[in-house]
Nanobody, 122 residues
Framework: QVQLVESGGGLVQAGGSLRLSCAAS????????MAWFRQGPGKEREFVAR???????????QYGDSVKGRFTISRDNAKNTVYLEMNSLKFEDTAVYYC????????????WGQGTQVTVSS
């Protein structure tokens, strides 16, 4: 079992920055692909970013189109924590942000955090 706890959310003005953290316990995050998703008010859950490691490509990251160039996902295996650095925040980035852990070789995520609220004021 893996327990994921997000933190770092809050209220920020448009154009500002936040860094979200996702701390894991129970197992090492190094063996998982890690991702961030978000769900805004009245919206469906949206993919934000993913980092995974495979023998043939090493560590690689992917981003949703709406956050490319503004958000960066990273992990610190020593701290068993994944981060989401969010810059140039927009009003439409307002959402509950969730981290998830899953297989490096697929797109299913077995473990989810409880979410952290990010609110961007315009």
């Amino acid at each position: 079992q893996v327990q994921l706890v997000e933190s770092g959310g809050g209220l920020v003005q448009a154009g500002g920055s936040l860094r979200l953290s996702c701390a894991a316990s129970g197992r090492s995050l190094g063996s998982f692909a890690m991702a961030w998703f978000r769900q805004g008010p009245g919206k469906e859950r949206e993919f934000v970013a993913r980092t995974a490691r495979t023998p043939w490509s090493g560590e690689s990251s992917q981003y949703g189109d709406s956050v490319k160039g503004r958000f960066t996902i990273s992990r610190d295996n020593a701290k068993n924590t994944v981060y989401l650095e969010m810059n140039s925040l927009k009003f439409e980035d307002t959402a509950v942000y969730y981290c998830a852990a899953g297989s490096n070789y697929g797109r299913d995520y077995d473990y989810w955090g409880q979410g952290t609220q990010v609110t961007v004021s315009s």
